[in-house]
């Protein structure tokens, strides 16, 4: 499974963006989606993420702000960023979990992907 992620730049604080998130190779079924972000010599933390059947989840200093969509017939993810601040900057990951197929179309070995990454950049 692969993960191509795609989207980021420069915007100034207040602007827009939209990621994408591909997911291609063999695989069964996909759980989770996700979009996780790293800012210069901070920890990786979760920004969204959509669970299949389920609602999504937000971190709290992006909730209201940003919009996670799947399209689970095409294996895509998108991450509709607005109001953005300079405190949004950081290289944003996508990330996948789910399913190999298994014997007889079942569900095979559980499966975790990142993407490698976008660098969404927000000057004041």
């Known amino acids: 499974v692969q993960l191509q992620a795609s989207g980021g730049g420069l915007v100034q604080a207040g602007g827009s963006l939209r990621l994408s998130c591909v997911a291609s190779?063999?695989?069964?079924?996909?759980?989770?989606m996700a979009w996780y972000r790293q800012a210069p010599g901070k920890q990786r933390e979760l920004v969204a993420r959509?669970?299949?059947?389920?609602?999504?989840v937000y971190a709290t200093s992006v909730k209201d702000r940003f919009s996670i969509s799947r399209d689970i017939s095409k294996n895509t993810m998108t991450l509709e960023m607005h109001s953005l601040r300079p405190d949004d900057t950081a290289v944003y990951y996508c990330?996948?979990?789910?399913?190999?197929?298994?014997?007889?179309?079942?569900?095979?070995?559980?499966?975790?992907?990142w993407g490698q990454g976008t660098l969404v950049t927000v000057s004041s």
């Open positions: 959509k669970t299949t059947f389920s609602d999504p």
């Open positions: 190779g063999s695989f069964r079924r996909m759980n989770t």
């Open positions: 990330y996948a979990d789910g399913f190999l197929v298994g014997k007889g179309w079942s569900d095979g070995r559980a499966f975790e992907q």
